[in-house]
Every structure is written in C-alpha cells, then in structure tokens.
C-alpha cells in the first residue's frame, strides 16, 4: 500500500502511471511530416498540455518524435544526435546503430522509450529491442508509422487518407485531430515539422 504521508511518493518498486503521446510520421509526394500532441498525463489528471515531443535534428535534415520516459527519450535523441554525426547523412545506419549499442548496452537497454525518425527519404521506428522498422509503401506511393499510446488512434485514419487528394501535412493534422477525438490520453496541442 502507498505511503499516504506523503501523497507525492510512490513505492521504490513502482512508477506513476504516465501515458499520453501520440506521434505521427507520414510520408508522401516527396514530403515528410512528423507531428505529436502536447499532452502528458498522470493517471487520469492532465499534468502538461503543451509538450514538445518532436526535435529537428542534424542541422535540420531529420526529425524525431519520441514515446516514453521522457529523460529517457532525451538520452536516445542525444545518441541518435551522435550516431548522425558519425554517419553524415546515412539515417538508416545512424538507426540501426543506435537500436544495436540499446540492445546491448547495459544502461541503455533499462530506458523506456521509443523513437519515429525520419529524414526527406525515410522513415524508422527505433525501438529497444533492437527493432529498426521502416513502414511499407501505400497503394498511392506514401507511407505511415505511429508510436505512442495514442498512436494506433492516428494511425488508423491516417492509412485511408494517405490515398486521398491530400498533402503529407493534411493527413497529418486530420489523423492527429481524429486521435484527439478519440483518445483521451491525446490533445490537439500539435508540434508539427516538415522535410
């Protein structure tokens, strides 16, 4: 049972329930959007509205949302940032040695986090377990990928629309904005950014 002396505490063992990031990449007609909500939260309270969960990094040539622990996630960037370096312009490899040093690493393998990059070509989810996924190809040439616990409610209509008369921003900001209407770990506070 919780201490109740102290109602900001929480047992050694256990961590607040955080949920509350939805990020989109969408790809199509040689533009690419990454966009994530502004909301965290702690249970059922709302503890943040307007977070900013999608960086531009490299000098602006790739951008990344991130889902999770939220120094965590911060760590991964700052390595992703460090792989790019090494690796100039080569996404794909940065990637997949930044999900091999995170499977193996001792201290990188207990963050909590998931990364969407992406660059004007491509678009990865990086996960813990070594997992470095680029989404397939749409019947219209585009493609999508989602992470976060809001991020199959984006996901979902951002498939259908990614075929429609649509630029990669418009389905973008559509699927996020269904998401919010859905999902209530999900706002329409967005960060969007473009390649």
Known sequence: MRDMKNSNSFPANSFPDWHGTTILAVRKNRQTVI?????????????????????????????AGFAGATADAFTLIERLEAKLEQYPDQLARACVDLAKDWRTDRYLRRLEAMLLVADADSIFTVT???????????TGGGSVAAIG???????????????????????????????????????????????
Do not use: F, H, W
């Open 35 to 63: 966009a994530g909500d502004g909301q965290v939260s702690m249970g059922p309270t709302v503890v943040k509205g307007n977070a900013r969960k999608v960086r531009r990094l490299a000098g602006g040539k790739v951008v």
């Open 149 to 195: 616990s809001g991020g199959n409610y984006a996901l979902a209509p951002a498939k259908p629309l990614i075929d429609q008369d649509l630029t990669a921003d418009d389905v973008a900001r559509r699927s996020m904005a269904i998401a919010a209407e859905i999902c209530v770990y999900t706002n329409g506070n967005l960060t969007v950014e473009s390649l």
């Open 128 to 138: 813990g377990v070594g997992d470095v996924l680029e989404p397939g190809e749409s």
